[in-house]
């Protein structure tokens, strides 16, 4: 049976032109051998499987090269070339600095240091994961660092630059390795699937990059786990995405779609399914997140090209970003933001996400619930204008009427159709919402009457059970001028207030008073400062302050506080 060689391996760049992705370091590395400027110490540095360690060996190999071609690349047929290929090169010492970080592994390599080469012109060091060190190690490493033999050159490579002492950095030459980009990992891996006669979807072999996250090594490992679950080494769109466990774009749009059209029972279904598909909620609202993200994108023609995705998924987000509002994408990723910080606090996580879903599907109501009253100035404005294109006339009494006022009826409150009965205007007969006509407008109105309409609101809020409200309103406020001001008791009832019941209960009293220049301004309670009791002492003060007696009896007996 053949030996199975991974494609990280098998594929692995011997040239410099072969890394993919970097061809900002490649360039630089070429030029300086050409030019023959190359530093005693290089630090080859960024994230995983990106070609860090690939580089330092190809340029290790290239230093020695002895048949040098016209672009600085390694000939791979003179004797350094063939023993570095056989890992048989005296010239090239690698070390792991994960497995030996030690003061004592760092002198044994500067007493190899010491000895020049045998053949070629350099004696290369390749320190992989050199982080890892210790503080007395990197000391060590310091003095043969800064001046070592002129045969001597050092490639240190490492994912956390952040780790390195900053006397060490100062001794290198930096390279900063950058992710390497979705469709640079999808050409190589189209490019691999030919040589190895796999048939491959593009749209899989990018999704493949996707998940990659910049690292070439994970594609290449993914890419092998792919081909070997294939059945006829075909590579499909829909193999990948149920191998790989990955969320389909398509839950995404589906879940945006019912979210736009407030379909709230859509998107709770939706959710059922991808939790029973066993995709964890927390990444369920990152990715929701990040679909927002790109619909946001695209809303400018210049912001297109951020999107990574295919061609036919880039025109899918494209239509549906031309359906979604700029205020609901805003208020969206606001909403799902605080959601996902508060994730991994929340007792049921799934009602934690299911509330998430409930706020973003009424989105749009409370949007339009805001431009119900005009600019709060006074007078029906523009914002009433625009209702009365879309609600039903509704014909007011003689007395009232001028002109043709839309219907406007608070959520959550009964229908206001029968506006020519008669109600009586009790605490225990709720009044309906009544259209405001022109000349009534800024009717005037006492504190008292103010209260009794305030009372019939929240009764009406205990009748429907909606008992977070209730708790909210049902409590005393304060009128200045036409502003009502109420205390609440922290920031979550605040937030409420400030978003749909404000412009609730604003419509309801404009309405029952007849006056629409009332507003509400929403303040939260300071916290109470109380101190607390802990001590003998505290504890005989705070009984002395209520019976000062208790002093005189104290002073007489020469009492302390201990008995």
């Known amino acids: 049976m053949e030996n199975f060689v991974v494609s990280a391996r098998k594929y692995r760049p011997a040239l410099f032109d072969s890394v993919v992705g970097q061809g900002h370091i490649t360039t630089t590395l070429k030029n300086a051998i050409r030019t023959k400027h190359l530093a005693q110490a290089f630090l080859f540095c960024g994230p995983r499987g990106v070609g860090k360690t690939t580089c330092a060996r190809i340029l290790a190999k290239t230093i020695n090269c002895e048949n040098l071609t016209h672009d600085a690349e390694a000939c791979g047929n003179c004797e350094s070339c063939r023993s570095f290929q056989n890992n048989a090169s005296f010239n090239i010492h690698e070390l792991d600095a994960a497995s030996n970080n030690s003061v004592d592994d760092i002198r044994n390599l500067i007493d190899q240091v010491r000895y020049p080469p045998q053949s070629g012109k350099f004696k290369i060091y390749i320190i992989d994961e050199v982080h890892m060190l210790s503080t007395s190690a990197f000391n060590a490493f310091l003095k043969t660092l800064e001046e070592p033999p002129a045969y001597a050159i050092f490639i240190l490579a490492t ?27 999808a050409e190589h891996l189209a490019n691999i699937a030919v040589k190895e006669g796999v048939v491959a979807e593009l749209d899989a072999l990018e999704l493949i990059a996707q998940k990659a996250d910049g690292g070439l090594r994970d594609a290449l490992s993914m890419f092998d786990l792919n081909v070997t679950f294939a059945k006829d080494n075909t590579l499909r769109y829909a193999e990948v995405l149920e191998n790989l466990h990955i969320l389909d774009y398509d839950y995404y749009f589906k879940m945006t779609e019912a979210l736009l059209q407030s379909q709230t029972a859509q998107a709770y279904l939706l959710f059922d399914e991808i939790l029973k598909k066993g995709f964890d909620a927390h990444q369920f609202i990152v990715g929701l997140l990040e679909h927002f993200r790109n619909l946001l994108v695209c809303k400018d023609p210049a912001t297109v090209r951020l999107l990574q995705v295919s061609t036919h998924v880039q025109q899918k987000y494209i239509e549906q970003s031309a359906q979604a ?94 506006l020519g009965k008669p109600v009586a205007n009790s605490p225990s007969t709720p009044v309906p919402a009544q259209p405001l006509a022109t000349n009534l407008a800024q009717k005037p109105f006492t504190y008292e009457m103010l209260q009794t309409q305030w009372q019939i609101f929240v009764q009406q809020l205990e009748q429907k059970e909606r008992f977070n409200e209730f708790v909210i309103f ?44 009332l507003h509400l301004e929403v303040k939260i309670k300071p916290l109470e400062q109380r101190q607390m009791i802990y001590t003998q002492a505290e504890k005989f003060r705070f009984l002395a302050e209520k019976n000062p007696a208790l002093n005189d009896l104290r002073n007489i007996l020469g009492l302390d506080y201990d008995y």
């Open 474 to 517: 049902n409590r005393t406020f304060t009128l200045k001028g036409s502003t009502i001001v109420l205390e609440v008791d922290n920031d979550i009832q605040a937030e409420l207030l400030t978003t749909t019941l404000r412009t609730e209960i604003l419509t309801f009293l404009r309405n029952a008073l007849q006056n629409n220049s």
């Open 325 to 418: 509002p700029l205020s609901f994408l805003a208020s969206a990723l606001s909403i799902g933001s605080q959601c996902d910080i508060h994730y991994k606090a929340a007792k049921n996580q799934k009602l934690h996400v299911e509330i998430c879903l409930l706020k973003m599907a009424h989105i749009s109501h409370a949007l339009n619930l805001a431009s119900l009253p005009a600019a709060e100035g006074g007078g029906v404005g523009k914002s009433q204008a625009k209702v009365e294109a879309t609600a039903t006339p509704q014909p007011v009494q003689a007395a009232a009427a001028t002109a043709t006022i839309p219907k406007i009826a608070a959520p959550g409150l009964k229908s206001t159709a029968s």
């Open 159 to 185: 994912t956390e630059k952040h780790k390195i002492l900053p006397t060490i950095l100062s001794r290198c030459q930096i390279f900063d390795f950058n992710r390497i980009q979705i469709r640079d990992i």
